[in-house]
């Protein structure tokens, strides 16, 4: 047996070790995820911190609870190929325009949404962009930026956070233990504090405000010109373009996935 003889060996020695650590760790690993995360019993060890419940009004999980008065709804998902674990937390809140920020790397909505104008960035990887510009500069430099790099910070470099008139959306690709939550909802509390006003109660009022106001689609805060399609479930009107970015109805709460 000369020395290549040896390295085969623990070459296929290695592989098999590297293949027992996989059956043993990896697989259960990925059934507990996904117990958590479908069957929704991260959400139910979530619920007793943030004074909620679990609710399903489209089949899947969501913990439903109030923050300083405000309907909020946390959500859990695994998504793509290699099942990567989502986080999302929506506050019903309005604010005066429309913002994302989203790491290049993000998961979801790496692209530039319609409608909208990216913001000057240079020191982070988020990538900036708002239906108006000069808003969008005031609130960060008043001080979204520092809670942006702060999120980035304890949350991975994969968030995605989104300003609407129906609502705050906050997402990161991670999830959260008991005792990191309140992290995820203090950003929110300073996010609102920051931008938010109170919005309307329900979806039908801001379907109605929506169309008193002129028709302003409640993705980009620019006015309803053009393909417009409406949710299947609470009838509030989008850009077509807006509605395919975001792959569902832009109402804070409303499950609706289809235009019809
Ligand atoms: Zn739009
Ligand atoms: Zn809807």
């Given at each position: ?9 623990l ?24 117990a ?6 991260g959400?139910?060890?979530?619920a ?49 325009g ?26 982070d ?27 980035s ?108």
């Amino acid at each position: 047996m000369d020395g290549s003889d040896v390295f085969v060996i623990l070459f296929y020695l290695l592989g098999l070790v590297g293949c027992s650590v996989l059956i043993v760790y990896q697989i259960p690993r990925q059934k507990r995820l996904r117990a958590r995360v479908e069957e929704g019993q991260g959400l139910a060890a979530l619920a007793a911190s943030v004074g909620g419940r679990v609710e399903r009004p489209s089949g899947r999980p969501e913990l439903r609870f109030e923050r300083q008065g405000r309907p909020c709804i946390l959500r859990e998902e695994m998504v793509g190929r290699s099942r990567k674990p989502l986080t999302t937390l929506e506050i019903r809140v309005a604010t005066d325009g429309f913002l994302v920020a989203a790491s290049r790397n993000s998961y979801r909505f790496p692209t530039i949404p319609p409608h909208s104008k990216s913001v000057s960035n240079p020191q982070d990887s988020l990538r900036i962009t708002a239906s108006d510009a000069a808003w969008a500069e005031g609130l960060l430099r008043s001080g979204l930026r520092a809670l942006l790099v702060g999120l980035s910070g304890w949350a991975g470099d994969s968030v995605h956070v989104r300003l609407t008139t129906s609502c705050v959306w906050i997402e990161i690709e991670t999830l959260l233990s008991p005792d990191k939550i309140g992290k995820l909802l203090e950003f929110g509390d300073r996010v609102v504090g920051l931008a938010g006003a109170d919005a309307p109660a329900g979806a039908v009022e801001v379907l109605d405000t929506v169309e008193e106001s002129g028709g302003i689609c409640q993705v980009c805060s620019s006015p309803m010109d053009g393909a417009v399609v409406r949710c299947e479930l609470c009838r509030t009107p989008h850009h077509a373009d807006c509605w395919e970015y975001l792959g569902r109805c832009s109402t804070f709460g409303c499950p609706g996935a289809r235009a019809g």
